[in-house]
């Protein structure tokens, strides 16, 4: 990694040395938290009274039709049989929230400022704008009879109008579930299914990196045979050629012509459904994880505004994809839900070239920058050069998310990018969660690189040991969180037990999050990375079930074993086990080419393996249970920590998979 000594940073400090808020970050703040003790008190205030802080937080922040009155109902002690929920007795539309709340105050405001793959090319929408547009989508929705309560499939790029497409569900009440356009036909398909869709809205084609993205064909080829799909809404993105169903397909500009700029929201509960979000868990079926209308954005808005500490003026952007959760909380609702201006960007950081983020900085002002480690990574091995040669004067705030960030990386976000002027916020939290839980805040909490520091407020994180017994002061454990708070996911599409069992039976009366994470003795926390078969890799997360669900099917492959293993650039990058059937002897090369071209049929184009070892069998106990533990040693290339073997049925099938690793 090229590393410039930056002018501001004392020599000798080690990136995991506690770095003061820089005075810029603190000059100006208007925040409720500018302070450590400001964090301090605010977070009691919450952990005390979580009523009436979140009462106060949601009348100050959205646009209610009914006021609550009600706090939170519910505890994880009753997951089992009823839901949790916040303001239950309120009555809203969030896109009020999101839109006509801002339009007299800042109606000219830009919402959206979209920079495309071409650098330079931009659109903007002004939140009058945005409103009028979001108004003929929701029209055009209702013309091809969306009820409340129905679910739509939102599978696009990172254009407009996917932010469009969603808040025009959410106007009529619509239950939005965005894919993400990397995912196959296989992959939608599933989705479409699980969540009963009957409505799609796509693109022609996406742009990436100056390649398209046959959004439409791959939409086409998921529907194929699906007689439950009435209509697809399809945006024109590059006037690509499509194949096109007469009776099914719409356009979206021939839909959005001539509806009605001004239309009345639908008026639902605070607890309906806002959005399902489909994520990888431990076994081969993702699940569709619910969002309700005001909890979620009463977070989402809370979070965004005091984590980053928005202020009038920022120009806000967040790197991730709308197809993913950091897409849904910091591009579309939070930033719209705050007034802000949020920047929506469709290409890559390396198109053309590594400094294309810094080159969109400079040109837009940006002030607020979120993106995500493996991004980083990426770019500093590129070279400091095509950071230093623009101006980043205008930065104020530095985030990240979706994984753990190396120290090393860190520090060169921290003093390339942020010239010592800015804070980081090193973000935890998951698609369940609906917003950022452990995190500094930007003006008053001095960072360590790597720890993603303190809770926020109404977070509650505790460190379980194996026996459930909790770790008090420094040390480490599994990760849950003691407390529910607005924004968490409440069950799972369809599949209340399934919701109860992933995240509740482990350890009883909190939420397990998954994670490992220590402590240490200034009440840092520095998430050690998945402790359950989840793997994280580039940002995207997957399930090791999944793969090996996708390996099976392969006719050659008897059985497969998928675990992470460090990766450089990507965080974890994919290893993969695998027995053959008897008879069969294709190389492990060959192999490992029909297994990608499997994984991106089945799951998609970012689902890749990247070593794949031949083994005679995998270790098992003797009642047949995989011993996953030595897959990852092996493959974290620590084949001398492998514990305890004298439980395997075959000891022996150790010594081969020892011999022939591939790290
Ligand atoms: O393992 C944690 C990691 O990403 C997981 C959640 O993934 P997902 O639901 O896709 O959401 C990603 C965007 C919020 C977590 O269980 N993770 C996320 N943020 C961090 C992180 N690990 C370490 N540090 C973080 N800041």
Request: charged share 20%; net charge negative; hydrophobic share 40%.
């Amino acid at each position: 990694m090229s590393h410039d000594a930056a002018p501001n940073t004392p020599a000798r400090r080690a990136p995991t040395d506690l770095h003061p808020v820089p005075a810029r970050v603190r000059e100006g703040s208007a925040s409720s938290i500018q302070t450590l003790d400001d964090w301090r008190r605010v977070w009691m205030a919450a952990k005390t009274d979580p009523d009436a802080f979140w009462l106060r937080e949601t009348q100050a922040r959205l646009r209610w039709r009914t006021t609550p009155t009600q706090g939170l109902h519910g505890s994880f002690h009753d997951i089992a049989d009823s839901q949790v929920a916040w303001f239950a007795d309120g009555t809203l539309n969030i896109t009020e929230s999101c839109l006509d709340q801002h339009l007299e105050t800042r109606g000219d405001k830009v919402a959206i400022l979209w920079e495309g793959d071409e650098p330079g090319q931009t659109r903007t929408f002004t939140y009058r704008e945005l409103h009028a547009e979001v108004c003929r989508a929701a029209s055009a929705l209702r013309a091809l009879g969306v009820q409340k309560g129905e679910r739509v499939i939102v599978y696009m790029g990172m254009v407009p109008e996917a932010a469009v497409a969603m808040l025009a569900c959410a106007r009529i009440g619509a239950v939005h579930s965005v894919v993400f356009g990397g995912f196959s036909a296989e992959a939608l398909r599933d989705r479409v299914r699980d969540c009963g869709a009957e409505v799609v809205i796509t693109q022609d084609e996406g742009l990436r990196g100056g390649r398209s993205i046959p959004l439409k064909a791959t939409c086409d080829a998921a529907l194929e045979g699906e007689h439950g799909v009435r209509h697809v809404l399809v945006y024109r993105r590059t006037g690509g050629a499509v194949a096109w169903q007469h009776t099914r397909d719409v356009w979206w500009h021939d839909a959005l012509a001539g509806a009605s700029a001004d239309l009345p929201a639908v008026e639902t509960a605070a607890e309906d459904p806002l959005f399902v979000l489909y994520t990888s868990g431990s076994t081969g079926r993702p699940k569709g994880l619910v969002h309700t209308c005001a909890g979620y954005l009463t977070w989402a808005s809370y979070t965004h505004e005091v984590v980053f500490d928005l202020r009038e003026d920022d120009v806000y952007a967040c790197m991730a994809d709308v197809g993913w959760i950091t897409g849904h909380s910091y591009i579309v609702y939070g930033p719209l839900a705050n007034g802000a201006t949020s920047l929506m960007f469709e290409s890559t950081p390396l198109y053309p070239d590594a400094g294309r983020y810094w080159d969109t900085v400079a040109r837009h002002g940006v002030t607020i920058f979120y993106t995500a480690p493996t991004a980083i990574r990426a770019l500093a091995a590129q070279g400091d050069h095509h950071v230093t040669r623009y101006d980043l004067s205008s930065l104020r705030v530095l985030g990240t998310v979706g994984e753990p960030i190396n120290p090393e990386a860190w520090q060169w976000y921290y003093d390339v990018v942020g010239q010592g002027r800015c804070n980081i916020v090193d973000t935890w939290w998951q698609t369940e969660t609906g917003g950022i839980c452990i995190t500094p805040i930007a003006p008053a909490t001095p960072t360590k690189g790597g720890s993603a520091t303190l809770p926020n407020p109404a977070i509650v994180p505790v460190l379980l040991d194996d026996d459930a017994h909790e770790i008090v002061g420094p040390g480490e454990g599994r990760l849950c969180l003691a407390q529910p708070w607005p924004g968490m996911a409440r069950t799972v599409w369809g599949d209340h037990e399934r919701y109860v069992s992933t995240y509740f039976s482990t350890f009883p009366g909190t939420y397990f999050t998954g994670d490992g994470c220590r402590r240490d003795s200034d009440g840092y926390h520095w998430i050690t990375g998945r402790v359950d078969d989840v793997i994280n890799v580039a940002g995207h997360r997957m399930g090791t079930a999944e793969f090996e669900a996708v390996l099976v099917s392969v006719d050659a492959i008897a059985e497969a074993g998928v675990v992470g293993f460090p990766h450089p650039i990507k965080g974890q990058g994919v290893y993969a086990y695998v027995v053959l059937q008897p008879g069969q002897q294709p190389d492990d090369e060959a192999l490992l080419t029909l297994a990608n071209a499997t994984c991106r049929a089945q799951i998609g184009a970012h689902a890749r393996i990247d070593l794949l070892q031949l083994v005679p069998g995998l270790p098992k106990t003797r009642s047949g249970k995989v011993m996953r533990r030595i897959l990852r040693k092996v493959a974290e290339g620590e084949p001398d920590k492998l514990g305890d073997v004298s439980t395997l049925a075959d000891p022996s099938v150790v010594a081969a998979i020892v011999a022939g690793a591939k790290v």
